[in-house]
């Protein structure tokens, strides 16, 4: 299984030269097999249109999975162009919510000028229940995790005998102070991370902002740490920047973390490419 980074913050886009290094696209992170395409690709940020680049010049046939319906991790659905061709067929995947809300809201005037309907290619969308699903030949589970403003999946992908799990915007101290302060280390988080190859998880706050931003919805990298431990997790992707992080401290934080023992820890970065097979080397 092979991992292509392609949109690394959250919240909104962080464009400029202080974030030219581990990018100002939003979250979106694209999942192929070894020799053919990505077919899978997990959350449509401001990321996605580099899958595009990724296809040289073929259509995007394959699946999307929104870990929630919030703007930074569905906004790159319409400048999708590898998917918005007649060629293409894309399937959408995404939380039921409880107030039967759904992306058509946001994708549709006033809000945006066109709908789903005006995309070219075969277009899905539909609502995916928890629990495990065979998806473009992946076996993935779905799980919900606490996350302010909205149901939300977090992801566990396997094939070819690897697995990748995917916690984006995960806010576990909605369900208690954990250990730690920064929320327990909870049945679906470590069910989803249990001894995976490869971790994606939220990373988008330090210690030091937790006092003023802890009921935000997400997570601290201490926290994605110790999760990461907890589970028996190989490597450690942090993810889902804070839009305000720049390279400098970016490069900071991974000269820290390259001393954590018991786990490679890694920042995303635009553009990397991350052979999943190659952890248990």
Request: hydrophobic share 35%; proline share 6%; with cysteine.
């Amino acid at each position: 299984m092979i991992v292509h980074v392609c949109g690394t913050r959250g919240s909104t886009p962080a464009p400029g030269r202080s974030y030219s290094i581990y990018g100002g696209h939003t979250s979106s992170i694209a999942v192929a097999r070894e020799g053919r395409p990505p077919e899978l690709i997990l959350d449509a940020g401001t990321g996605i249109r580099l899958v595009t680049e990724l296809l040289e010049g073929e259509p995007f046939r394959g699946s999307v999975l929104l870990s929630h319906l919030h703007w930074d991790h569905t906004h790159g659905l319409p400048f999708f162009a590898a998917g918005d061709r007649t060629d293409a067929r894309v399937d959408v995947y995404m939380p039921a919510q409880d107030n039967d809300r759904n992306l058509a809201e946001v994708m549709s005037p006033p809000h945006f000028p066109i709908t789903n309907d005006d995309l070219e290619g075969d277009w899905r969308f539909a609502t995916l229940p928890e629990g495990s699903h065979e998806i473009e030949g992946y076996q993935v589970l779905a799980r919900i995790i606490p996350h302010k403003g909205g149901r939300t999946f977090g992801y566990r992908i396997q094939a070819d005998g690897v697995s990748v799990a995917y916690l984006s915007d995960h806010g576990p101290a909605e369900l208690g102070s954990g250990p730690d302060g920064y929320g327990p280390y909870h049945e679906a988080a470590l069910t989803l991370a249990r001894d995976a190859d490869l971790l994606i998880h939220d990373a988008q706050y330090l210690e030091e902002d937790w006092p003023k931003r802890s009921h935000f919805g997400h997570s601290t990298t201490s926290y994605a740490i110790g999760l990461a431990h907890q589970a028996g997790v190989r490597r450690l992707l942090m993810f889902h920047h804070d839009p305000g992080r720049t390279d400098d401290a970016l490069d900071a934080l991974s000269n820290r973390w390259a001393e954590e023992e018991g786990v490679e820890v890694i920042a995303a970065r635009e553009g990397q490419v991350i052979d999943v097979r190659s952890v248990r080397a």
